[in-house]
């Protein structure tokens, strides 16, 4: 079973630019989740996906952040503009539904200059 | 207030020996679930063992083990046999509510095997 697939693995951008990450989950997982990981921290929820409906989106920064998940199976996460305190590692989960653990993807990690 | 709680930031052990990473959880819930994740330096997290609040036996994941003790609110994790690729973050997270999904993470233990 192939796993959850991210990409870029790394992006370096400078501040007020924009960037984009790409998740597609294990197939047949309905839930998609986005996290991000700060230096020192555990994962923190940015945005969960039923399918293709946002479940949670209340840690989203709304004003900078956006994710969409069009059909229902891969996601992209959006921050425009970057700021220097969204360097961390993005992180796409996925399970199936009722309550499975979540798997995880490599992660993107972002550096902002 | 802080849902999960790992006191300790970084661990030592010695290959072959046992070593416990703590975790206490918060929640008033009845219904809620616990995981350890894996996280080598590479980044991905890796899915180690999971236990359900209403689950009466202690989980088991070949050398992992899940110490649960529910009137504590505790939820530790015990390793056997430490091998020198355990040496990497280990977080625990818990899921609350029968229908919820959401991962609340800790902050995370650093263990280091040494040979």
């Known amino acids: 079973e192939a796993g959850v697939a991210q990409s870029p693995r790394y992006k370096i951008i400078e501040k007020r630019q924009s960037v984009a990450f790409w998740c597609n989950p294990i197939?047949?997982?309905?839930?998609l989740y986005w996290y991000q990981q700060i230096l020192g921290q555990g994962p923190k929820l940015l945005i969960q996906f039923q399918n293709n409906g946002v479940v949670d989106d209340s840690q989203l920064p709304k004003d900078r952040f956006s994710a969409e998940r069009l059909k229902g199976v891969d996601s992209t996460l959006k921050i425009q503009p970057a700021k220097l305190e969204d360097s961390a590692v993005y992180l796409c989960?996925?399970?199936?539904?009722?309550?499975?653990?979540?798997?995880f993807g490599d992660g993107t990690r972002l550096s902002i200059l | 207030a802080q849902k999960i709680t790992q006191t300790q930031p970084g661990m030592f052990v010695q290959e072959k020996e046992a070593v416990t990473l703590d975790c206490t959880y918060d929640?008033?819930?009845?219904?809620?679930?616990l995981f350890w994740y894996k996280q080598p330096s590479s980044g991905e997290m890796i899915f180690l063992i999971y236990?359900?609040?209403?689950?009466?036996q202690n989980a088991t994941e070949g050398r992992y083990s899940l110490n649960f003790q529910k009137a504590r609110k505790s939820a530790n994790l015990v390793i056997s046999a430490s091998q020198l690729g355990d040496s990497a973050m280990y977080f625990c997270?818990?899921?609350?509510?029968?229908?919820?999904?959401?991962?609340?993470f800790g902050t995370g233990t650093r263990l280091l095997v040494s040979p």
């Open positions: 997270a818990m899921r609350e509510g029968r229908n919820f999904q959401k991962l609340v």
């Open positions: 236990q359900g609040s209403y689950d009466e």
């Open positions: 929640t008033s819930d009845q219904s809620y679930g």
């Open positions: 989960a996925s399970s199936s539904t009722g309550g499975q653990p979540q798997h």
């Open positions: 197939s047949g997982h309905a839930t």
